[in-house]
């Protein structure tokens, strides 16, 4: 069974950074597409955060300038740079993921459906702006 464990949240000061990570294990899926979603008390989540197939970083207009996604294909690891956080960047975080047998998992899908398609989530990590 898939694993998926988000790690790096915690309190941070405004300005601050965070990197967060994801790690995917015990997975045998060629085909797959990882993603970061936020989802803070009393808000809409908000995400995908993803790696588009041409490399551009797709994220929201929210944190654009200040948020990037990368990943380590060889270790299956997606990781979210969070730079001049704000207090409204406070957020439980959670990496979430679709695994495919066959076929590629389109980026279109992924942007169109945005959490519908994603169906193995992990269990998130607390990020707290504050100062």
């Known amino acids: 069974q898939v694993h998926m464990e988000e790690s790096g949240g915690g309190p941070v000061r405004p300005g601050g950074s965070l990197r967060l990570s994801c790690i995917v294990s015990?997975?045998?899926?060629?085909?797959?597409?990882l993603s970061w979603f936020r989802h803070a008390p009393g808000k809409e989540r908000e995400g995908p955060a993803i790696?588009?197939?041409?490399?551009?970083?797709n994220v929201a207009d929210s944190v654009k300038g200040r948020f990037t996604v990368s990943q380590d294909y060889a270790k299956t690891t997606l990781y979210l740079q969070m730079d001049s956080l704000k207090a409204e960047d406070t957020a439980m975080y959670y990496c979430?993921?679709?695994?495919?047998?066959?076929?590629?998992?389109?980026?279109?899908?992924?942007?169109?459906?945005?959490?519908?398609?994603?169906?193995?989530w992990g269990q998130g990590t607390q990020v707290t702006v504050s100062s």
């Open positions: 015990r997975h045998t899926y060629t085909h797959y597409r």
């Open positions: 979430a993921a679709h695994f495919r047998e066959e076929g590629p998992c389109y980026i279109e899908d992924a942007l169109e459906r945005g959490a519908g398609f994603f169906y193995t």
């Open positions: 790696i588009e197939d041409d490399g551009d970083i």
